[in-house]
């Protein structure tokens, strides 16, 4: 069975950073690609970055250059360092593994 637990959320100033962590249980972290998505309020849940399981790295153009993806295979963790934060950037930020598995969200406001 693997679970995620999303983690590091929490509220910032405009211009600041957050580094979001997702800790996963089961064998297969490793082995499958991970993303971060977020929904803010009103809207659909989007894709913000994504690693496959060789480090590949992909990013939504919102955030290129501001967020960086990461993985830890032997502590079965991704990360998503946050920088230059935006009041748009508020949302619920959510863990996915493999396309299947998704966490329950941490939530990010970035506010004045």
């Not at 999303?6 to 950073?17: A, C, D, H, I, T």
């Not at 153009?61 to 920088?83: E, P």
Request: aromatic share 8%; glycine share 12%; charged share 15%.
């Amino acid at each position: 069975q693997v679970q995620l637990v999303e983690s590091g959320g929490g509220l910032v100033q405009p211009g600041g950073s957050l580094r979001l962590s997702c800790a996963a249980s089961g064998s297969i972290f490793s082995i499958a690609a991970v993303g971060w998505y977020r929904q803010a309020p009103g809207k659909e849940r989007e894709l913000v970055a994504g690693i496959t399981r060789g480090g590949t790295t992909n990013y939504a153009d919102s955030v290129k250059g501001r967020f960086t993806i990461s993985r830890d295979n032997a502590k079965s963790t991704v990360y998503l360092q946050m920088n230059s934060l935006k009041p748009e950037d508020t949302a619920v930020y959510y863990c996915n593994l493999a396309l299947t598995y998704w966490g329950k969200g941490t939530l990010v406001t970035v506010s004045s």
